[in-house]
Protein backbone atom coordinates (compact mmCIF):
# COMPACT_ATOMS: atom_id res chain seq x y z
CA UNK A 1 0.00 0.00 0.00
CA UNK A 2 1.49 3.28 -0.84
CA UNK A 3 1.08 6.65 1.10
CA UNK A 4 -1.15 8.33 -1.05
CA UNK A 5 -3.38 5.06 -0.50
CA UNK A 6 -3.22 4.81 3.17
CA UNK A 7 -3.94 8.57 3.17
CA UNK A 8 -7.14 8.31 1.43
CA UNK A 9 -10.30 8.09 3.47
CA UNK A 10 -11.91 5.23 3.94
CA UNK A 11 -15.91 5.23 2.86
CA UNK A 12 -18.77 4.32 5.30
CA UNK A 13 -21.44 4.59 2.39
CA UNK A 14 -22.24 2.33 -0.59
CA UNK A 15 -20.79 2.80 -3.84
CA UNK A 16 -24.16 2.61 -5.68
CA UNK A 17 -25.99 6.30 -4.87
CA UNK A 18 -29.43 4.83 -5.13
CA UNK A 19 -28.52 1.92 -2.40
CA UNK A 20 -26.77 4.52 -0.55
CA UNK A 21 -29.49 7.09 -0.58
CA UNK A 22 -32.46 3.94 0.75
CA UNK A 23 -29.93 3.21 3.28
CA UNK A 24 -30.31 6.59 4.63
CA UNK A 25 -33.87 6.79 4.25
CA UNK A 26 -34.06 3.37 6.09
CA UNK A 27 -32.13 4.99 8.73
CA UNK A 28 -34.38 7.92 9.29
CA UNK A 29 -37.60 5.68 9.23
CA UNK A 30 -36.00 3.91 11.92
CA UNK A 31 -35.76 7.14 14.09
CA UNK A 32 -38.96 8.04 13.71
CA UNK A 33 -37.30 11.21 11.14
CA UNK A 34 -39.19 12.06 7.89
CA UNK A 35 -36.88 12.25 5.18
CA UNK A 36 -37.92 11.68 1.52
CA UNK A 37 -35.72 11.55 -1.78
CA UNK A 38 -36.00 14.12 -4.42
CA UNK A 39 -34.21 15.26 -7.56
CA UNK A 40 -32.98 12.56 -10.42
CA UNK A 41 -32.49 9.89 -7.89
CA UNK A 42 -35.85 9.76 -6.71
CA UNK A 43 -37.12 9.47 -10.54
CA UNK A 44 -34.48 6.45 -10.49
CA UNK A 45 -35.89 4.63 -7.01
CA UNK A 46 -39.60 5.06 -8.85
CA UNK A 47 -37.71 3.12 -12.08
CA UNK A 48 -34.79 2.18 -11.18
CA UNK A 49 -34.17 -0.59 -14.24
CA UNK A 50 -34.36 2.40 -16.74
CA UNK A 51 -31.18 2.58 -19.11
CA UNK A 52 -31.26 6.24 -19.76
CA UNK A 53 -30.85 7.07 -16.04
CA UNK A 54 -29.16 3.41 -14.61
CA UNK A 55 -26.57 3.41 -17.32
CA UNK A 56 -25.13 7.13 -15.83
CA UNK A 57 -23.04 7.46 -13.08
CA UNK A 58 -24.76 10.43 -10.77
CA UNK A 59 -23.21 11.05 -7.59
CA UNK A 60 -25.43 13.50 -6.12
CA UNK A 61 -28.10 13.06 -3.37
CA UNK A 62 -30.94 15.29 -2.51
CA UNK A 63 -33.58 14.70 0.67
CA UNK A 64 -36.42 16.73 1.98
CA UNK A 65 -37.07 16.70 5.42
CA UNK A 66 -39.73 18.92 7.99
CA UNK A 67 -37.88 21.90 10.36
CA UNK A 68 -38.49 19.93 12.74
CA UNK A 69 -36.33 16.99 11.88
CA UNK A 70 -33.64 18.99 10.62
CA UNK A 71 -31.27 18.79 13.23
CA UNK A 72 -31.69 15.34 13.88
CA UNK A 73 -31.09 14.56 10.28
CA UNK A 74 -28.07 16.89 9.96
CA UNK A 75 -26.58 14.94 12.89
CA UNK A 76 -27.08 11.72 11.31
CA UNK A 77 -25.27 12.50 8.01
CA UNK A 78 -22.36 13.55 10.09
CA UNK A 79 -22.12 9.87 11.96
CA UNK A 80 -22.23 8.00 8.40
CA UNK A 81 -19.51 9.52 7.17
CA UNK A 82 -20.95 12.63 5.52
CA UNK A 83 -18.77 16.22 6.07
CA UNK A 84 -21.04 19.46 6.43
CA UNK A 85 -19.83 22.59 4.93
CA UNK A 86 -20.48 24.53 8.19
CA UNK A 87 -20.11 28.11 6.93
CA UNK A 88 -23.00 27.56 4.40
CA UNK A 89 -25.32 25.27 6.83
CA UNK A 90 -24.73 27.87 9.53
CA UNK A 91 -26.13 30.85 6.70
CA UNK A 92 -28.67 28.71 5.25
CA UNK A 93 -29.20 25.55 6.95
CA UNK A 94 -32.51 26.27 8.03
CA UNK A 95 -33.86 25.88 4.87
CA UNK A 96 -30.91 24.06 2.63
CA UNK A 97 -27.98 22.34 4.12
CA UNK A 98 -25.01 20.87 2.39
CA UNK A 99 -22.88 17.69 2.77
CA UNK A 100 -19.86 15.99 0.87
CA UNK A 101 -19.24 12.29 1.25
CA UNK A 102 -15.50 13.10 0.55
CA UNK A 103 -14.36 9.76 0.20
CA UNK A 104 -16.89 9.22 -3.38
CA UNK A 105 -16.79 12.76 -4.25
CA UNK A 106 -20.62 12.74 -3.80
CA UNK A 107 -22.55 16.31 -2.75
CA UNK A 108 -25.69 16.14 -0.66
CA UNK A 109 -28.41 18.61 -0.52
CA UNK A 110 -31.15 18.74 1.85
CA UNK A 111 -33.75 20.92 1.69
CA UNK A 112 -36.10 21.65 4.22
CA UNK A 113 -39.87 22.69 4.56
CA UNK A 114 -40.19 23.37 0.80
CA UNK A 115 -38.58 23.50 -2.34
CA UNK A 116 -37.52 26.85 -4.49
CA UNK A 117 -36.60 27.00 -7.42
CA UNK A 118 -38.51 28.70 -10.20
CA UNK A 119 -41.40 28.36 -8.09
CA UNK A 120 -42.06 27.17 -4.20
CA UNK A 121 -42.68 23.39 -3.45
CA UNK A 122 -44.38 23.33 0.30
CA UNK A 123 -43.85 19.82 0.77
CA UNK A 124 -43.49 19.74 5.19
CA UNK A 125 -46.96 18.21 5.51
CA UNK A 126 -46.80 15.54 2.96
CA UNK A 127 -43.54 13.94 3.53
CA UNK A 128 -46.13 11.13 5.26
CA UNK A 129 -48.08 10.52 2.20
CA UNK A 130 -45.13 8.27 0.46
CA UNK A 131 -41.54 6.76 0.50
CA UNK A 132 -38.88 6.51 -0.17
CA UNK A 133 -39.19 9.76 -2.16
CA UNK A 134 -41.74 12.99 -1.41
CA UNK A 135 -45.16 12.19 -3.41
CA UNK A 136 -45.32 11.74 -7.07
CA UNK A 137 -47.06 15.14 -7.72
CA UNK A 138 -44.89 17.29 -5.75
CA UNK A 139 -42.11 14.93 -7.83
CA UNK A 140 -43.43 15.72 -11.14
CA UNK A 141 -43.80 19.14 -10.06
CA UNK A 142 -40.24 19.36 -9.05
CA UNK A 143 -39.25 19.01 -12.96
CA UNK A 144 -42.12 20.82 -14.40
CA UNK A 145 -41.52 24.11 -12.75
CA UNK A 146 -38.49 24.66 -14.28
CA UNK A 147 -39.09 26.91 -16.63
CA UNK A 148 -35.62 26.78 -18.92
CA UNK A 149 -36.63 23.20 -18.61
CA UNK A 150 -33.46 21.05 -19.93
CA UNK A 151 -34.10 17.57 -21.61
CA UNK A 152 -33.30 15.35 -19.06
CA UNK A 153 -35.60 17.12 -17.02
CA UNK A 154 -38.25 16.64 -19.65
CA UNK A 155 -37.28 12.83 -19.28
CA UNK A 156 -37.82 12.94 -16.01
CA UNK A 157 -41.35 14.21 -16.37
CA UNK A 158 -42.29 12.14 -19.24
CA UNK A 159 -40.95 9.01 -16.85
CA UNK A 160 -43.18 9.63 -13.84
CA UNK A 161 -46.11 9.72 -16.03
CA UNK A 162 -45.61 6.81 -18.19
CA UNK A 163 -45.02 4.85 -15.09
CA UNK A 164 -47.58 6.27 -12.94
CA UNK A 165 -51.18 6.54 -13.06
CA UNK A 166 -53.22 9.61 -13.06
CA UNK A 167 -55.33 9.62 -9.59
CA UNK A 168 -57.40 11.43 -6.87
CA UNK A 169 -54.92 10.35 -4.09
CA UNK A 170 -51.42 9.43 -3.77
CA UNK A 171 -51.64 5.77 -3.64
CA UNK A 172 -49.89 3.22 -2.30
CA UNK A 173 -47.15 4.81 0.23
CA UNK A 174 -44.40 3.13 -0.37
CA UNK A 175 -42.34 3.10 -4.04
CA UNK A 176 -40.28 -0.20 -2.97
CA UNK A 177 -43.71 -2.00 -2.73
CA UNK A 178 -47.01 -0.46 -4.71
CA UNK A 179 -46.56 1.65 -7.61
CA UNK A 180 -48.05 5.07 -6.44
CA UNK A 181 -50.09 7.20 -8.08
CA UNK A 182 -49.77 11.29 -9.21
CA UNK A 183 -52.27 12.79 -7.02
CA UNK A 184 -54.26 15.63 -9.30
CA UNK A 185 -55.68 17.44 -7.02
CA UNK A 186 -52.34 18.45 -5.58
CA UNK A 187 -51.57 19.11 -8.94
CA UNK A 188 -54.50 21.25 -9.80
CA UNK A 189 -53.97 22.83 -5.96
CA UNK A 190 -50.91 24.54 -7.48
CA UNK A 191 -52.21 25.19 -11.43
CA UNK A 192 -55.47 26.21 -10.32
CA UNK A 193 -54.67 28.62 -7.83
CA UNK A 194 -51.63 30.51 -9.18
CA UNK A 195 -51.55 31.59 -12.64
CA UNK A 196 -47.61 31.39 -12.58
CA UNK A 197 -47.43 27.63 -11.57
CA UNK A 198 -50.23 27.25 -14.81
CA UNK A 199 -47.57 29.10 -17.41
CA UNK A 200 -45.08 27.27 -16.45
CA UNK A 201 -46.56 23.57 -16.14
CA UNK A 202 -48.73 23.89 -19.30
CA UNK A 203 -45.95 25.48 -21.35
CA UNK A 204 -43.82 22.49 -20.42
CA UNK A 205 -46.67 19.77 -20.63
CA UNK A 206 -46.65 21.02 -24.01
CA UNK A 207 -42.96 20.87 -24.51
CA UNK A 208 -43.29 17.09 -23.56
CA UNK A 209 -45.73 16.91 -25.95
CA UNK A 210 -43.77 18.23 -29.12
CA UNK A 211 -40.99 15.69 -27.76
CA UNK A 212 -43.03 12.56 -28.48
CA UNK A 213 -44.67 14.15 -31.63
CA UNK A 214 -41.65 15.71 -33.06
CA UNK A 215 -39.62 12.56 -32.29
CA UNK A 216 -37.49 13.93 -29.38
CA UNK A 217 -37.39 10.95 -27.95
CA UNK A 218 -35.36 7.46 -28.78
CA UNK A 219 -36.76 3.99 -28.08
CA UNK A 220 -33.75 3.66 -25.86
CA UNK A 221 -34.63 6.69 -24.40
CA UNK A 222 -38.23 5.33 -22.59
CA UNK A 223 -36.56 1.92 -22.00
CA UNK A 224 -37.81 1.19 -18.73
CA UNK A 225 -36.90 -2.51 -17.99
CA UNK A 226 -35.61 -5.19 -20.82
CA UNK A 227 -38.39 -6.84 -22.01
CA UNK A 228 -41.26 -4.25 -20.75
CA UNK A 229 -42.64 -1.30 -22.35
CA UNK A 230 -43.72 1.72 -20.33
CA UNK A 231 -47.44 0.91 -18.06
CA UNK A 232 -48.95 4.10 -19.36
CA UNK A 233 -48.86 5.68 -23.55
CA UNK A 234 -46.84 8.90 -22.06
CA UNK A 235 -48.48 11.38 -25.18
CA UNK A 236 -52.49 9.81 -23.15
CA UNK A 237 -51.00 10.95 -20.16
CA UNK A 238 -49.98 14.45 -20.80
CA UNK A 239 -52.96 14.82 -23.11
CA UNK A 240 -55.19 13.74 -19.76
CA UNK A 241 -53.20 16.26 -17.47
CA UNK A 242 -53.49 19.08 -19.97
CA UNK A 243 -57.22 18.06 -20.04
CA UNK A 244 -57.79 17.76 -16.41
CA UNK A 245 -55.28 21.32 -15.69
CA UNK A 246 -57.51 23.29 -18.75
CA UNK A 247 -61.03 22.03 -16.98
CA UNK A 248 -60.01 23.26 -13.17
CA UNK A 249 -61.76 25.76 -11.73
CA UNK A 250 -60.00 28.70 -11.38
CA UNK A 251 -59.27 30.67 -8.28
CA UNK A 252 -60.26 34.34 -8.27
CA UNK A 253 -56.04 35.02 -7.64
CA UNK A 254 -55.60 33.12 -10.63
CA UNK A 255 -57.92 35.15 -12.82
CA UNK A 256 -57.03 38.28 -11.35
CA UNK A 257 -52.96 37.64 -11.97
CA UNK A 258 -54.40 35.84 -15.33
CA UNK A 259 -55.06 39.33 -16.42
CA UNK A 260 -51.53 40.61 -16.32
CA UNK A 261 -50.21 37.66 -17.79
CA UNK A 262 -46.40 37.77 -18.96
CA UNK A 263 -46.01 41.60 -18.84
CA UNK A 264 -45.03 40.71 -15.67
CA UNK A 265 -42.51 38.06 -14.64
CA UNK A 266 -44.55 35.09 -13.64
CA UNK A 267 -41.63 33.15 -11.69
CA UNK A 268 -38.24 33.53 -9.82
CA UNK A 269 -34.54 33.16 -11.01
CA UNK A 270 -33.00 30.23 -8.62
CA UNK A 271 -29.66 31.13 -7.30
CA UNK A 272 -26.32 28.99 -7.39
CA UNK A 273 -25.16 28.93 -4.03
CA UNK A 274 -21.23 28.00 -3.52
CA UNK A 275 -19.86 25.94 -1.64
CA UNK A 276 -16.04 25.98 -0.24
CA UNK A 277 -14.34 23.74 1.98
CA UNK A 278 -15.92 22.76 5.57
Given at each position: MTADMASEPVPQTLADPLAEALRVIDLC???????????????????????????????????????????ALFALLEAE????????????GGAQGYFMDVARHRPVDVVVDKLE?????????????SKPTIPLAELLLSKLQIVQINRKDVLDAMVLLAEHPLGQDDGDI??????GSISLPRLLSYTSNDWGWWRTVTGNL???AQFLDGGGFTAEDLDLQAGRPPRFDPAAQVAALQAAIANA??????????????RVKWYQEPEEVGHGPS
Open positions: DARGLQVRLLGGMAVRAHAPDWTARSRKVEVDLDFATRGKDRPGYTPDKRHNALFMCHRIEFANRLGADARTGLERLPKSTRWNMRARVGE
